[in-house]
């Protein structure tokens, strides 16, 4: 039986108190040695607490604490922690439950022949109007952009859930650093802008994006902003 040795997660989180024992549960007992990193950006709640008792029994589950660094965001703590990852494939996820546990063995097992790979919503759930129109303008937008400039592109490319060979994220984290949008929320739409043609992409689907059930949305005008910066920078 394959055990994950392979794979780490990357989960970053904020005020997550309600969902991370919960996905760190589902996702070790899932997934045999499989690794966990919590990239937390200084949390107010139970959730350093939740994690550092969980680690202190399960050893391939850290607690990054990014609580007193300058910079805060999505983006920040998934490219800082890109050096802490010592296995050979990375794979980023909410803490919130929204992205599906059972695709990370899929996922994992893309990564053998791809260098990015895309967890795919076929549908989304639960979102006011407003929302969706944004969500859908700002993929139209990327999509047309991406083509023109002859990039990759994928029918989520707004996905918060996603592969990538660690190799290549640490060298996007080393020698690009300055051109992802720090506090931004759409890390891997600023991957797929930096990624040759060469490279590899492929996605794997899933059905259907709930919206959270438990704890706050982060989600604020600002990133709208910062997702824009990433489509057309
Ligand atoms: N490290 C870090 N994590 C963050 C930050 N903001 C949000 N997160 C985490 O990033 C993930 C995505 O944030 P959400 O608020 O769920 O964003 P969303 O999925 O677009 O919004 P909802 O559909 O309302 O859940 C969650 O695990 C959050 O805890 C941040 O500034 N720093
Ligand atoms: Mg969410």
Known sequence: MKDYSD???VIPTMNEEGNIGVI???LASAYPKIRIIVADDGSRDRTKDIVERISRKNRNVRFYDRGKMQVHGLTISVVDSARLVKTRKTIVMDADLQHPVDKVGPISKAL???DLV??????VKDWGMRRRIISK???VLSLVVF????????????SG??????ELLKELAAKRRSEFVDEGYKV??????????????????YSTFHGREKGESKLRAKHIIATLISTLK
């Open 24 to 26: 760190i549960g589902r």
């Open 112 to 114: 053998d022949s791809s």
């Open 188 to 205: 891997m739409l600023d991957i797929l802008r930096m990624l040759d043609r060469e490279k590899t992409v492929s996605e794997v689907y």
């Open 137 to 139: 303008g700002i993929m």
């Open 147 to 158: 083509r023109i400039r002859g990039k990759h592109t994928t029918k989520d490319m707004m």
């Open 7 to 9: 794979t780490t997660i």
């Open 118 to 123: 895309v967890g795919t919503r076929t549908a």
């Open 161 to 166: 859930f996603f592969g990538i060979r660690t």
